[in-house]
T-cell receptor
Framework: DGGITQSPKYLFRKEGQNVTLSCEQN?????MYWYRQDPGQGLRLIYY???????QKGDIAEGYSVSREKKESFPLTVTSAQKNPTAFYLC????????????FGPGTRLTVL | DAKTTQPPSMDCAEGRAANLPCNHS???????VYWYRQIHSQGPQYIIH???NNETNEMASLIITEDRKSSTLILPHATLRDTAVYYC??????????????FGKGTSLLVTP
């Protein structure tokens, strides 16, 4: 089945540690996105990538880093510089044909202790 | 992107039509209206989108007023599984942010037995 996978579903880390969240898609989509969601809030854009080896900062990129070495993969690293990393992280992808339908993964809930 | 206003919450009886309003009075001529929904602790799901004509698909209908300043998402026969947060998003299909979507807080729809 085609889709977007994120792993793990739940992740716990100690304060001060970097952590990398996985996002893989087999939809052959060009563009991929990372969003953050806090309780009771909408989604906020962290980073996006429209093509392999290229990515751009979103609205809240500070304390995060990404890479896009393969079309299928867009991992997000939450660094120790991120002041409030506990949140629900959502990855999405979109085909590059101009339509704005985004397909979302199931999300990773990160808790920093 | 045009700003949208949605009621924070709504209730609907199972089997009845759910009508979710969205105001977007500052919408410009080339901006589309998109609707997504997010079931608790899952990734958002695309529902429907439109420019000026009413649209219908297997999930819902989208009614856009003639002046395009507001729209209504209609779930014709709501089920308990339609309980979710519904997001109305207005934007142009192309932008400098790689087509990323600006999710607000949405409307929390509760479908009751």
């Amino acid at each position: 089945d085609g889709g977007i996978t994120q792993s793990p579903k739940y992740l716990f880390r100690k304060e001060g540690q970097n952590v990398t969240l996985s996002c893989e898609q087999n939809l052959n989509h060009d563009a991929m996105y990372w969003y953050r969601q806090d309780p009771g809030q909408g989604l906020r854009l962290i980073y996006y990538s429209q093509i392999v080896n290229d990515f751009q900062k979103g609205d809240i990129a500070e304390g995060y880093s990404v890479s896009r070495e393969k079309k299928e993969s867009f991992p997000l690293t939450v660094t120790s510089a991120q002041k409030n990393p506990t949140a629900f992280y959502l990855c999405a992808s979109r085909t590059g044909t101009g339509r704005n339908e985004q397909f979302f993964g199931p999300g990773t809930r990160l808790t920093v202790l | 992107d045009a700003k949208t206003t949605q009621p924070p919450s709504m209730d609907c009886a199972e089997g009845r039509a759910a009508n979710l309003p969205c105001n977007h009075s500052t919408i410009s001529g080339n901006e589309y209206v998109y609707w997504y929904r997010q079931i608790h602790s899952q990734g958002p799901q695309y529902i429907i989108h439109g420019l000026k004509n009413n649209e219908t698909n297997e999930m819902a209908s989208l009614i856009i007023t003639e002046d395009r300043k507001s729209s209504t998402l209609i779930l014709p026969h709501a089920t308990l599984r339609d309980t979710a947060v519904y997001y109305c998003i207005v934007r142009v299909p192309s932008s400098n942010s790689g087509y990323a979507l600006n999710f607000g807080k949405g409307t929390s729809l509760l479908v009751t037995p």
